[in-house]
């Protein structure tokens, strides 16, 4: 075990509701975190947080939008298992990824394929409104900004939090 806390954020500032992972990461950075932790706003750059965990951590908190058919602003937590590596694809198959459109089962798929296995891995999810081209979350979504940040605090602290 490697001693380590990642809670990464990751979104497109430019599709709306997508800015929520980098929002409430941008909030979780002004605030005190525990020893050991790194607090990171990773955007579009699910390839480079892929390769930062294969440094190895004990929790790996990943705050992102994702459409889960709930209400939106709905914030879930949910435990994730890293897949097991897969083949790798023969030249014909076509790009294995899609750098700048990563969904968080697309950065754990990489990741696994890389070969990287962080400790417990929670996503903790935000239904969005709105992905569409613009800037600025919709109302319900920038209204669980504040529930979202609280939530990755008890992570990090060890209070109860259903996953």
């Known amino acids: 075990m490697s001693g380590r806390t990642l809670v990464a954020g990751v979104g497109n500032v430019f599709l709306r509701d997508d800015a929520f992972g980098v929002e409430v990461v941008r909030l979780l950075a002004e605030r005190p975190v525990p020893d050991g932790v790194q607090v990171k706003d990773f955007g579009i750059r699910g390839v480079h947080l892929a390769y930062d965990l294969l440094d190895g951590c004990d929790l790996f908190v990943l705050v992102d939008a994702a459409e889960r ?28 990824i899609d750098a700048h459109s990563l969904t968080p089962d697309g950065i754990f798929a990489l990741l696994g394929s890389l070969g990287g296995r962080p400790g417990r ?32 605090e008890e992570i990090l602290t060890g209070e109860t939090v259903s996953a």
């Open 69 to 96: 058919g709930e209400a939106p602003g709905t914030v879930s937590v949910i435990e994730v298992e890293v897949p097991e590596a897969l083949p790798i694809p023969g030249p014909d198959a076509g790009p294995v």
């Open 121 to 152: 891995s929670l996503l903790v999810a935000c239904e969005p409104a709105d992905v569409s081209a613009g800037m600025g979350l919709t109302g319900p979504v920038q209204e669980a900004v504040p529930h979202a940040v609280r939530t990755v």
